[in-house]
């Protein structure tokens, strides 16, 4: 596993106390860390989870994680600063321009790996880095001083199940998402190491 960065395998803990990730995982090794949410972490997630601030924020929110992530060199985005939730760079290849395109995620740590879901917080559209991975599933991730290359497997069935209840758990915007967006397929990929 090529992990880059600053001393890797600092344990996760899972934010309910629920136990560490397992020490040779993905999550440990980019030091990916979940924590109980203060209040103002909860209200911006509640923000996020509701029908205006998800169609304000799906429109502004990336830019903004990009424009912190470059002035803070990439030690964290808007997104992890108000809600507490871990956020990696996903740097895919565009699927039709070939070029790399990178889009800040909420990681979900999933049996050691990285979860994504496309729900495009609950929009009509499916967001781009779905069909990036779909065409080619290697990609680069990074979380603050730490990057690793990956391979995306797209979740069916009860896998997929799991990785939404573990979102779920992480944050309730998951559970409203699929809702609004009912009339499209959300996918769901695990992030491995390659």
Same mark, same amino acid.
């Given at each position: 596993?090529? @992990?880059?960065?600053?001393?890797? *395998?600092?344990?996760?803990?899972?934010?309910?106390?629920?136990?560490? =990730?397992?020490?040779? /995982?993905?999550?440990?090794?980019?030091?990916?860390? &979940?924590?109980?949410?203060?209040?103002? %972490?909860? &209200?911006?997630? /509640?923000?996020?989870?509701?029908? $205006? *601030?998800?169609?304000? =924020?799906?429109?502004? &929110? +990336?830019? @903004?994680?990009?424009?912190?992530?470059? !002035?803070?060199?990439?030690?964290?985005?808007?997104?992890? $600063?108000?809600? *507490? #939730?871990?956020? !990696?760079?996903?740097?895919?290849?565009?699927?039709?321009?070939?070029?790399?395109?990178? /889009?800040? #995620? !909420?990681? !979900?740590? =999933?049996?050691?790996?990285?979860?994504?879901?496309?729900?495009?917080?609950?929009?009509?559209?499916?967001?781009?880095?779905?069909?990036?991975?779909r065409a080619?599933?290697?990609?680069? @991730?990074?979380?603050?001083?730490?990057?690793?290359?990956?391979?995306?497997?797209?979740?069916?069935?009860? %896998?997929?199940?799991?990785?939404?209840?573990?979102?779920?758990? @992480?944050?309730?915007?998951?559970?409203?998402?699929?809702?609004?967006? /009912? +009339?499209?397929?959300i996918a $769901?990929?695990? &992030?491995?190491?390659?």
């Amino acid at each position: 596993m090529a @992990i880059q960065g600053e001393s890797a *395998g600092a344990p996760g803990s899972w934010g309910n106390g629920a136990g560490n =990730f397992p020490a040779m /995982s993905l999550v440990a090794d980019l030091g990916i860390e &979940l924590h109980q949410p203060n209040t103002a %972490e909860k &209200l911006a997630r /509640s923000l996020g989870s509701s029908r $205006v *601030g998800a169609m304000v =924020f799906s429109k502004t &929110l +990336h830019h @903004i994680d990009r424009l912190t992530g470059r !002035i803070g060199n990439g030690s964290h985005t808007m997104t992890e $600063v108000t809600t *507490g #939730l871990p956020t !990696i760079e996903l740097t895919s290849t565009g699927a039709k321009s070939g070029q790399l395109r990178t /889009s800040p #995620l !909420i990681a !979900i740590p =999933f049996d050691g790996n990285v979860a994504v879901v496309g729900s495009g917080w609950g929009t009509d559209k499916t967001p781009a880095w779905v069909f990036n991975l779909r065409a080619n599933r290697q990609a680069d @991730i990074s979380f603050p001083g730490r990057s690793a290359t990956v391979k995306a497997r797209e979740l069916v069935d009860d %896998e997929r199940d799991l990785a939404l209840a573990a979102a779920i758990a @992480i944050h309730a915007g998951y559970a409203e998402y699929p809702r609004r967006a /009912s +009339h499209r397929h959300i996918a $769901v990929f695990c &992030l491995e190491p390659q």
